[in-house]
């Protein structure tokens, strides 16, 4: 078993040493933001609860990961190792997205978004005749050369 | 007895063993990003679910939160500790740190029992599916960090293997991170 000496060698080569940042302050502050977060959806604005719920999210994850996990004074590329990690997932969100978030396309609808209590959108079109399906909730219509989904169609 | 390699090796200019907690939270934030990146996605596609997520106790959540946070401090402080050589002392700080990672499974295990008894179960829809697959995704970290800190602190209470402490202390602090977006995802996004 290693002694205590040749520990705080380790410790010393770690390159972390002789970094004090002030953690009670810190944690003060991550504190502070969660209180935030939590009454700012009381407000009932919603850019106010988006701002106060995932807008103080990110600034509290970037505090944690700079000062608790020591990202400011770690080698430049373990904090490029990460970004790319997350360059990923948002390479996978955006990329799956314009699909997944469609309400309605060829041959399928999604039920349960289409009977959800969200408001009617305002549309340039004509109304429907009579015994054609309208389109769901939220959605535009249909782009040119993309079938509407007939009543009967599946649900998703 | 020899020092394990991942102690003194150190090609790229970090020790190894600290290269390895990089890169296990490098693979965690495809996995953790990929689960909720899909909740977002289906989230936004499915308005309805706002009412289930309005079933989610917002203070027991953010109680968690604080919990979460206050373990980062012990666990950074304990990181203090190990760097001035006093390893009584960080060992005594990542107790408290698995003191509050106790604390977050318990408040999850009567938010869960609750949950259950009110019929909200994994297969109820969607929604619960994701908020069992992730929060219990996040719970099992949290496990698994606790029974490394107590064998981290075991050693460190003999001062031994103190570069362990900051280790640990990272991937602690990766768990936490990861519920800074559980909760306004699940608990406050209503």
Redesign the interface.
Known sequence: MSSHADNHTDAAAHGHEGHHTNYVKIWAILVGMLVVSVAGPELGIRWVTLFTAFGIAVIKAYMVARYFMHLDIERPFVVKLLVVCLGLMFLFFFATAPDIMKHWGMNWMNESAKNANIPEPVHHVAAPAAGEAAPAHGEAAPAHGEAAPAPEAPAH | ?A?PIA??R?A????TG??AV??V???E??IF??LL?SY???R?????WATYASHTN?WAG?FN??VL??S??S???A??A??E?N?PLAAKRLLLTCLGGLTFLVVKGFEWTYEIQHGFTITANGFWSFYYSAAGLHGFHVIAGMIIMLFVAADARK?????RV?LI??YW??V??VW??L??LLY???
């Open positions: 007895m020092k102690t003194l150190s790229s200019g970090v020790p600290r290269l990089w890169w939270i490098a693979s934030i495809v990003g990929g990146g977002l996605l289906h936004l596609g499915h308005p309805e917002t953010a939160t604080l946070l206050t980062s401090l666990a950074v402080l990181h203090k190990a760097e050589g390893g001062n031994q293997e103190l570069q900051e202390g990272i602090h990766f936490d991170l800074i977006f909760f306004p406050i996004a209503k």
